[in-house]
């Protein structure tokens, strides 16, 4: 079988999407342990389903952030983040409600990259002109357009069980403000 990378426009914006993607990822990478500073010490609700969740999805940013940081550069890329970071007064429900929508856009992003890589593939061609079918002979930039896809479709599932865990949160911290609420 023959092996095969992606064109260099399909490169070009694989990156920028990429790029994009980060910019979510490490926020949260880096603002996480903000939000739950701020949900246990200020907001006083030591919730462990909340907690855990922002934990798994710190968690996950830190993997994504360095796959996608080493696949950017793979791609002849440069990396490009900045943090926005968060006071320590922000309001954990508008948070949680942000990043939902952060990570819908995640979700796409992913989807887009991945159709961008389905969509370009090129053969690649080794001495002669011939197409190569292994893994010798591949010239020094090469990237293999599976593991893009592959990369694009572990983070999708991941990102989609971030959704299903943010909207759990919202829902469970309204539940507990509310219940605080007229217990008072
Ligand atoms: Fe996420």
Known sequence: MAIET???DAKKSIIQLLNRLLQVE???LFNYPRVIDKLVNIDRIHDEQIINA??????????HFDAV???????GGETMWHIDVLDGLVDVEEILVRQLERETWVVSWYKAAKKAAEQNKVKVRGFLGR???SSD???EDF??????ISLCERHILDEERHQRLVRD???RLRMLINKRATDK
Do not use: H
């Not at 922002?54 to 993997?63: F, H, I, N, W």
């Not at 940081?69 to 791609?75: C, P, Y």
């Open 26 to 28: 490490y926020d949260l």
């Open 143 to 148: 990237v293999d357009v599976n593991d893009i």
């Open 169 to 171: 949160s919202i829902d």
């Open 69 to 75: 940081d080493k696949l950017i550069k793979k791609l």
């Open 137 to 139: 002979a591949l010239p």
């Open 131 to 133: 197409s190569v079918g």
């Open 6 to 8: 992606i064109s260099k």
């Open 54 to 63: 922002l934990e798994v999805m710190g968690k996950d940013s830190l993997r």
